[in-house]
């Protein structure tokens, strides 16, 4: 029968069943017929056809699929007033096997029972029982494979009548009572037969396979077949099943991978021509340059040429140095941000706890709010940096300007001498759709020119924000702006201004108005690259002695938001079992108390290999998984994947440091389910523990 495992069969030949009637369903994983066979009409319902609900016909199959285990009897199951079934169900590759027995009425079921216990009573002690007397014809004749018992002359003998597609290549089978010659019969089997015949005279239970082999019959129609032999009940059994699925389909395979093929060798011809293309191509632009140079640079001019290349190379590579310099730089902070981390967690953590304390004195609960506030700030500090250091990866969303630009501010504010003044006049509370990080990093390049042209003597840095609309504004302030509402940024300095030469280089890669390789001369072209890319435009007004004047205009982004004041919701608390991993122990201890607090049992590893041999011996033990991601050993995420092979549907939550957008997208499809920044706060860890826990949504209250 197709798609059927040999196992269903090996399990059927080694029971002790009776000739009883039978009859077999194949139904696909939705419970649909697309398979029937056997002693149908024995059973007084209409089991013929395919494509109907098996639920229609036989109500005891009602609520039973889909089924975690692969085997389920049911006994004695009443179809009507006068038959009653026996029911074997069955896990195969594409949905399940059905297998129906005529089981009698139930008073006469018992009577056999009792029947069948007196008859054991009778005959324990003896060597052989007559129980061990095997009857599969029916059963074997409703699998549609053929079963046939080999005797100790090595000739087979038929259960039955074998299926009708074994006369196709073994048509004497069965017809000679004196048993068939396995030579004769089983030639298709190749070297099946005598792997078979070896593993018989071992006289060892169990059974052996084959491999899939293609067979062809007389019609030269292809077929592919699949053997078993087995050892039961001191019976020698070979099983032969014949899969229904064509040849031709494997052959279409195969002429699908020889398309491929000549597909690849076509895309190699091309890619040479366009390779000796390019190269006669390369050639004729060499020989013309050669041509030009001959007849149009004198001796003279090409040393001089020479030298200023020379020194252009010497420039760029000062540059490039400088470049990684503060590649490093950017490197070295996200490392501290990440350390800082820790701390934070540690200051963050045990100040809620303590705040959950309820006979804390109140003067002590507002101290301990105010350093919660403190610790929030330095959380955002910390996100700062790491946006420096680029650490992080944002896509462009709705973002709120004015906060932006203060937090910017406030950030550059620890890095600017005190003989500089910072004034700012925020208005704007507008929207725009732009990437967070590159907006952050458009503010500080400006006003960290700003604060260049100002070193030494000090001065005036202004920023202002406001809305403007294009219709209503001189032309020459925007020249390639269309109508509509936007966003003005402006950061004034009272530095040293700039020449109106110096004003066209400005925005040119690597051009810089500082000295002895201080500037990399990439600043102002990043910001132009930003403003150009979110579809606004950046103008300049400077003049020598009188400082300058940025202009930044950005279009705004309209979303209907809702103002109501969110309300502060209990935090949601559960029961249920958590293995918590982390190499930091004052990290461990924190989110200990914090989840025995919200009714967790916890267990805890710093070793992320510890760790995962616990779970390997007892994946079951826990709910939930939360683990750091930088740990020595095993990381974050080769810690949840193995944790995954294991157990597919364990819910994890990872946390880290760092805000890398690339593995947010890496750790959901490997299918962990949170994914937290560092450092937590309870309620982020409370909330993200239901949500994973409970998928709906739905979360119990404190």
Known sequence: MEDFPHSVAAYLSSQM????????????QHGIVRDSGGNLDRFGVDLTGSGWDVTDRLLFMVGLLPMESPFLKLYTIKLNRDIAIDAHIFKIDTGYGLLLLDAGENEMRKKKIQQRANEMMLLRGKKKSAMNEIHLEDILGALNVLAVERSSNGSFAPFGTPPQWMDKFAATLGKNNDGSDAEDDFSFLGNFLTEATEFWNKKKAGCVRSDIWVEGDASGNKYMFEAIALTSLDKQILIIARNQKFYEDKQLLLQKGRQLALDYQALAKLEESLQRARSELEMRVKARTEDLELSNRRIAEELKERKQLEEERARMERQLLHAQKMEAIGTLAGGIAHDFNNILSAILGFTELSLIHPDLDPELKENLEKVLNASFRAKDLVRQILTFSRETREEPKPLLLKPVVAEALDFIRASF???????????????????????????????????????????????????????????????????????KLSIEDTGCGMA????????????????????????????????????????????????SIFHVFLPKYEIHTDHAKPQKTALPHGGERILLVDDDPLQTDIAVQQLKVLGYSVTTFTDSTRALRYFMKQPHSVDIVITDQS????????????????????????????????LEEKIHAMGVRGY????????????????????????PGS
């Open 500 to 547: 109106a030469d110096t004003i066209n280089k400005i925005y040119d890669p690597f051009f810089t108005t500082r000295k002895n390789g201080k500037g990399t001369g990439l600043g102002l072209s990043v910001v132009h690259g930003i403003v150009k890319s979110n579809k606004g435009v950046v103008t300049v007004d400077s003049k020598p002695g009188e400082g």
């Open 17 to 28: 069943i009776g000739k009883r009637a039978a009859a077999y369903l194949i139904l696909d």
């Open 417 to 487: 001498p005190t003989t500089i003044e910072i004034r700012r006049e925020l208005k704007s509370n507008g929207t725009i759709f732009a990437n967070p990080s590159q907006i952050h990093q458009l503010i500080m390049n400006l006003c960290t020119n700003a604060g260049h042209a100002m070193e030494g003597d000090g001065g005036i840095l202004s920023v202002t924000l406001s809305d403007v609309e294009i219709n209503s504004m001189e032309e020459k302030e925007t020249p390639v702006l269309p109508s509509g509402a936007y966003i």
């Open 676 to 699: 937290l920044m560092k450092p937590l706060s309870i309620r982020d860890l409370a909330t993200a523990i239901r949500r994973c826990l409970e998928p709906s949504g739905e979360s």
């Open 631 to 662: 740990m020595p050993g095993l990381p974050g995420t080769v810690l949840a994947e193995e944790m995954l092979r294991i157990r597919p549907e364990l819910p994890v939550i990872l946390c880290t440091g760092f805000g890398d957008a690339l």
